[in-house]
């Protein structure tokens, strides 16, 4: 475990890499806060969760459609040239929320917002696979679990911190906190300027890079991101709905908390190991995990046994990600991985979206043991298309 455990320390100790990857963590956490942070502060100032809720939809819808065409910015100019703009944007658009005193204003100013923030992620995946790409590159998969890791710590701690705040009655200093982040951490990854991945405008190839992303195989990949973010979706409006059917509503937190500490333990022993098995054949079998603990939550009794049953689940996620990360990077060509990544996360979010709204109705209309059988739902859709995958790579 120990030699193993020296794969981290030693992609760390790459030249420039424990500094981007910092920086990037910072400013996840800080996107991590912004949606919540958003629902607190326009709660606070109109009584409305209306309003509230209007504006981080607003919000979540511009950054998944916009997100994509900003990252092809940043693949076309570079991540130095494109990001201070971006940032400089974004930083204005939560100005905006913060001063409005108008609610359309506050709706308007938190899509820009959305629109604006850069997928900090998505640039840290990048600059790894650029420094890896040639003469590391079986280690990519290490390097693609401590960006899982810092996903999973950004989303458990990012939350934490704005209801912490909110419900102490500071929500503009949650929101002016996840700018801050965000804004530090996007600052101190353009000044890393050494790990930075080439423009494209700097490719000398003559093939078009952006025709990639219209490749079957990369279409594929997207819409394996969305099957998995239809189990993220039926996971989070699942749990609550099952807690509170269950009389037990201060039982959700915990269980979600459970997941969430599954997922980091199985994503930090998944990156411990060189794999030698094909990517395409591991997420075949992650999927299959997937799919076959996820029946198990239909089924369950109560909330002691649904915890336990999400926490075995849950187990399948990171190695899922990682994966997907993996396979992305080898299908596309390197002038358009931003863009693909982000392609990615906005499929994924579409899934949730679709899925948390499913399950929304189910659970009104069924309980949330129906609910919860849109996640094996997922889980049969995410392996059909991973056995697709890799039928089409033998």
């Not at 790459?14 to 500094?19: C, H, Q, V």
């Not at 969760?49 to 607003?58: I, W």
């Not at 996840?178 to 930075?196: E, I, K, P, S, W």
Request: charged share 10%.
């Amino acid at each position: 475990m120990s030699s193993a455990a020296s794969g981290y320390r030693s992609l760390l100790r790459t030249p420039g890499a424990a500094a981007f990857f910092l920086a990037a963590t910072v400013g996840r956490v800080g996107i991590a806060m912004t949606g919540l942070g958003l629902v607190w502060l326009l709660h606070a100032r109109t009584g409305s969760y209306g309003t509230a809720g209007l504006a981080t939809a607003g919000f979540a819808l511009a950054e998944a459609l916009i997100g994509p065409h900003l990252a092809r910015l940043i693949d076309r100019f570079g991540q130095i040239r494109v990001l201070p703009f971006a940032l400089l944007a974004h930083a204005a658009a939560v100005a905006g929320v913060l001063a409005s005193t108008a609610q359309a204003a506050a709706v308007a100013s938190a899509t820009c917002a959305g629109a604006a923030i850069p997928q900090l992620g998505a640039l840290s995946a990048a600059r790894w696979a650029h420094l890896l790409r040639e003469e590391r590159s079986d280690e990519l998969p290490t390097a693609f679990s401590l960006e899982s890791l810092a996903n999973a710590t950004a989303f458990l701690l990012g939350p934490v911190l704005v209801s912490a705040l909110g419900a102490a009655g500071d929500a503009a200093i949650a929101s002016a906190t996840a700018a801050a982040l965000v804004l530090g951490g996007g600052a101190a990854l353009t000044a890393q300027r050494r790990t930075a991945p080439r423009p494209a405008r700097q490719y000398t190839e003559r093939a078009q890079p952006e025709r990639t992303l219209l490749r079957w195989d990369f279409l594929l990949l997207a819409t394996l991101n969305l099957a998995i973010g239809m189990y993220f979706g039926t996971m989070g409006v699942s749990v609550s709905a099952f807690a509170t059917g269950h009389d037990a509503p201060e039982a959700a937190a915990p269980i979600i908390a459970a997941s969430s500490f599954s997922g980091l333990l199985s994503g930090w022993l998944y990156g411990l190991r060189r794999h030698r098995a094909p990517a395409h054949l591991q997420l075949v079998i992650a999927a299959a995990y997937l799919t076959g603990t996820s029946l198990l939550l239909p089924l369950a009794p109560s909330a002691i046994w649904l915890g336990a049953s999400v926490v075995v689940t849950e187990a399948a996620v990171p190695p899922t990600l990682v994966l997907l990360n993996v396979l992305t990077e080898k299908s596309v060509h390197p002038a358009v991985l931003t863009q693909a990544f982000t392609w990615n996360n906005s499929a994924s979010a579409a899934g949730s979206a679709l899925a948390a709204s499913l399950a929304g109705r189910t659970a009104d209309e069924l309980g949330a043991s129906a609910a919860f059988a849109l996640a094996p739902a997922a889980g049969l859709l995410l392996l059909i298309l991973s056995a697709t995958a890799r039928h089409r790579t033998a």
